[in-house]
């Protein structure tokens, strides 16, 4: 029998609804699951158990607060929740306390949402990890920045978390431990209350078990009226878009994707190989640029008074390259991805949507680095909305997604696509 | 003989750097000022005299810090800093700590810049004021949002000041109250530990009292080298862009206008008069759908734990107007102004900039309002940088400005011209 933790947000939400389910029991459901994989998956900073418990209560003793009714979810700890700190993965911000939510967190609330929880972030939301396992295998990398987050949803301990993504750090770590994850068009969703890396391309972060949860969640966020996916969609028109990368990808994910690619098109989908120009090789190094330059400006306060409390990896990476590009290089990169995204259009055609890697394969073994963030970062510097369903078991036993990449600005079209391809990967 | 309050920032840092002046003396005579004329302006929520005079010792004893060394500043306090607290001219907020700078302000302190305190800002930088009065004539509002900023820099108590803009919460204060106000092209200068408003519309504003210290300080918040203003510019051409809201201004306010552009002409500037297409008629009203869309969005959680903390401007105003909006109507307005920027280079035609009215007149008496805002909120709306200039004195004996406009992403060029015609006006 399924127990409450491992439905989706949506399909909880509908259980408690119909009142074959308590926020109460769904809530305790999802704390024994912490309970019980917590020790050995280290994916939350801290736990909100006795405020999660009341909160349940309270909203099973009231009248439906929204769609997220009863839905338990985790915050990563770069975003300001006014109950408990937020310390940004680092040591500077230890027991910080904000009086406020960030809007995306007051907006999950309101809809009736029940945090469990903060989850750990690299410092920063940058490279230097926290101490969180995956939990398909306890020795490898959840992946980052928004490691806790994705590790606590793949995990099952929570159905729905939020994240961030400023280079690859949701849709790398949603898919190497088995979970949705989608960043949406830059823009769309905004970031009052969380901090920010690199203005220019953080957005968001959504952490899911379903494409409907993540459909669910945009809505509540965007603070427009919840309307579900569609029943049946089109067959879709799909590009497979193997990007400059393909040689850096583990054989066995290559040909896992091209034989994705071969039933999508058995079920029926138009698929075509999608070149990209030759220009787009070049998109990795522009991302390096403005998402240092961008994040050294950004951090300023903590460059110049906390120096020490920095990790090494931070000052000799990120900010050892942002303090050494120049104004010049930086508006140089700047331009160059603007181009880039105006030859977007072409890159598509016809197709509506993409499909593509979202790493190079397996979470990696070990702890202390975060997996291969190329394949996420193209589509970051590219302002498309990206999105990571859990398609494929690697060699190793371990999940890895299809990244799926719709045109900028039509977020909603690719979520009614993306079901499409996933119902078919996952049958 | 000049006080050294009097001096520009760039003015005060050349005599700083020729050793003809001390930061001790400059933040001294800050001071002086400060004391003499704040208890009837009242533009600090709280000063820091101590920390100020002990960071000038420092700076006196130092090596040269950077483009502002020794130059005082103040702070809207919707910008947050780590060494006194910050809220956002709300109740709700009485006496919060963040432990982190905004980007900004640690930026203007690596440059060597003095914090001299936070500056009065209404309400969550919206309609409701504080107590500021304008330090020309303190029967009058200063204008708002950034009141506090707009009358420090305009009664000389600091040279420089950090304001927002998210309608006409810069252009408008600094007009009335006599001082320089730009607000940059949108998205180019971050607003990494500022509240958000709403964020598809907001700007970090700059207030100081010359076209040069403008140059200077947005070079240090790029985090750019310094480079100033050309001496010599060509005479621009200029477009005269009265705006459907031309039948709003005062008359007298009209006339100045009007023999301005005989002045420049007069000197040699080529200037044409610019009609919008009609559909910029329509700018204000999907200016209000997104602010209102947005704001709402982002103070979830003020509207759901503080709602009698809320003054009634704000519930009645921004608040309803909100709530009140269906998506669509937010959805259509974010596309109508899309739309009407895309149509921004055929407005300008071959004009290097456009003069237009920064507000309807003088500072209207009573501190109740903070002014009229739409001859500022249509340029907000279309992403284009401003600034507004000290150009007249109304029939009351108050400054006026005049508001100049450039092409999006063209804030240096606007700049350059701008001097070009200040100058003009000037003398």
Redesign the interface.
């Known amino acids: 029998m399924t127990q409450p933790h491992e439905l989706t947000a949506s399909e909880a939400a509908r259980e408690i609804d119909a009142g074959r389910l308590t926020a109460t029991a769904l809530v305790e459901s999802c704390l024994e699951r912490i309970a019980e994989r917590e020790p050995e998956v280290q994916a939350w900073v801290r736990l909100a158990a006795g405020p999660a418990r009341a909160r349940a209560k309270q909203l099973d003793a009231g009248a439906r607060r929204g769609a997220l009714h009863g839905v338990p979810f985790g915050v990563k700890d770069i975003i300001e929740t006014?109950d408990m700190p937020t310390e940004y993965g680092s040591p500077?911000?230890t027991g910080?306390q904000?009086?406020?939510?960030a809007?995306c967190?007051?907006?999950m609330?309101?809809a009736g949402g029940v945090l469990m929880g903060k989850t750990v972030t690299t410092e920063f939301a940058n490279m230097h990890p926290g101490n969180t396992r995956n939990p398909h295998d306890t020795r490898r990398t959840p992946g980052g920045s928004s490691s806790g987050s994705a590790a606590a949803v793949g995990a099952s301990m929570v159905p729905l978390a939020l994240g961030t993504q400023t280079t690859a750090s949701t849709i790398r770590p949603a898919s190497y431990c088995g979970a949705v994850g989608y960043r949406p068009t830059w823009?769309d969703i905004?970031?009052?209350?969380v901090?920010?890396a690199a203005?220019?391309l953080d957005t968001l972060g959504l952490i899911t078990r379903s494409i409907d949860d993540v459909a669910l969640l945009r809505d509540v966020l965007?603070?427009?009226?919840v309307e579900p996916l569609p029943a049946e969609v089109r067959k879709p028109r799909i590009g497979f878009c193997r990007t400059h990368l393909w040689s850096q990808i583990e054989p066995s994910t290559a040909v896992l994707l091209e034989d994705a690619v071969k039933r999508l098109a058995a079920a029926g989908a138009v698929v075509e190989d999608i070149t990209m120009p030759a220009g787009f090789a070049h998109v990795l190094d522009a991302h390096r640029w403005v998402s240092s330059?961008?994040f050294?400006?950004?951090?300023?306060?903590?460059i110049?008074?906390h120096w020490e409390q920095l990790s090494t990896t931070l000052r000799e990476g990120r900010l050892k390259d942002g303090l050494g590009c120049s104004?010049e290089r930086y508006v140089e990169a700047q331009h160059f991805l603007a181009g880039l995204r105006a030859e977007l259009p072409g890159v598509f055609g016809d197709c509506d949507l993409l499909l593509t890697a979202p790493c190079d394969g397996e979470a990696p073994i070990g702890i202390r680095t975060t997996g291969n963030p190329y394949f996420s970062a193209i589509w970051t510097a590219l302002y498309v909305p990206c999105l990571t369903v859990p398609a494929f078991t690697g060699p190793n036993g371990m999940p890895i997604g299809a990244q799926l990449i719709g045109r900028p600005g039509h977020d909603r079209a690719l979520l009614d696509a993306a079901r499409w391809v996933h119902d078919r990967l996952k049958g």
Chains 1, 2 share one sequence.
Do not use: K, Q
């Open positions: 006014f500077i911000y910080t904000t009086r406020n939510d809007a967190v007051a907006l609330r309101e823009g905004r970031l009052s209350g901090r920010e203005g220019s965007l603070g427009r009226p330059f961008e050294t400006r950004n951090f300023r306060h903590e110049v008074n104004w």
